[in-house]
Antibody
Framework: QVQLQESGPGLVKPSETLSLTCTVS????????WSWIRQPPGKGLEWIGY???????NYNPSLKSRVTISVDTSKNQFSLKLSSVTAADTAVYYC??????????????????WGKGTTVTVSS | SSELTQDPAVSVALGQTVRITCQGD??????ASWYQQKPGQAPVLVIY???NRPSGIPDRFSGSSSGNTASLTITGAQAEDEADYYC?????????????FGTGTKVTVL
């Protein structure tokens, strides 16, 4: 079955750019939407943004000025860049796949496959 | 962006029924999906759409929706159901149509 694996540096200095990659295995990245979600220590989940396999994106307005999500279909990967990080960006970062539940009139998305998450600490 | 509000914590006796609610304006237009998260683990999808369970999720989990409120019900709670639960839906505020998570509910099984 489809599996997701996040990878990237576990430690990033303040003001620098956080870069993570999510590798999709056991299936194709095509025809799906893919999201990044994060969870600061002891806090809830925060949606960061998504990308369609074709490259269209949508970002959380609270992070939009600092976030870039890209896709590499040849490698079955998508990536997250978060610039100008501070300690508030310390979190576990997850990637997830969106699927759709469709009736005759509407479709409702949900995140059915998640990576195990990777911890990123922002500290000098 | 819009918000989805959940009670911070609920408790349930072993074998009894607990309902977790999620309130927000976007739920008038979109079904919520529900995720279970145990300590140190990634979230797991338990309910999606009108009331659908992924393969492997016990049928004691069910979902419903009315107006601006979505609910997740665990009928006959088991010790292994102790976890944090999050709802998620489209964010229909503004024009960006992204996603938003609920604030989360910690379920304790007594």
């Amino acid at each position: 079955q489809v599996q997701l694996q996040e990878s990237g540096p576990g430690l990033v200095k303040p003001s620098e750019t956080l870069s993570l990659t999510c590798t999709v295995s056991g299936g194709s990245i095509s025809s799906y939407y893919w999201s990044w979600i994060r969870q600061p220590p002891g806090k809830g989940l925060e949606w960061i943004g998504y990308i369609y396999y074709s490259g269209s994106t949508n970002y959380n307005p609270s992070l939009k000025s600092r976030v870039t999500i890209s896709v590499d279909t040849s490698k079955n990967q998508f990536s997250l860049k978060l610039s100008s990080v501070t300690a508030a960006d310390t979190a576990v970062y997850y990637c997830a796949r969106h699927s759709l539940d469709c009736s005759s009139t509407s479709c409702y998305p949900f995140m059915d496959v998640w990576g195990k998450g990777t911890t990123v600490t922002v500290s000098s | 962006s819009s918000e989805l509000t959940q009670d911070p914590a609920v408790s349930v006796a072993l074998g009894q029924t607990v309902r977790i609610t999620c309130q927000g304006d976007s739920l008038r237009s979109y079904y919520a999906s529900w995720y279970q998260q145990k300590p140190g683990q990634a979230p797991v999808l338990v309910i999606y759409g009108k009331n659908n369970r992924p393969s492997g999720i016990p049928d004691r989990f069910s979902g419903s929706s009315s107006g601006n409120t979505a609910s997740l019900t665990i009928t006959g709670a088991q010790a292994e159901d102790e976890a944090d639960y999050y709802c998620n839906s489209r964010d229909s505020s503004g024009n960006h149509l992204g996603y938003v998570f609920g604030t989360g509910t910690k379920v304790t099984v007594l």
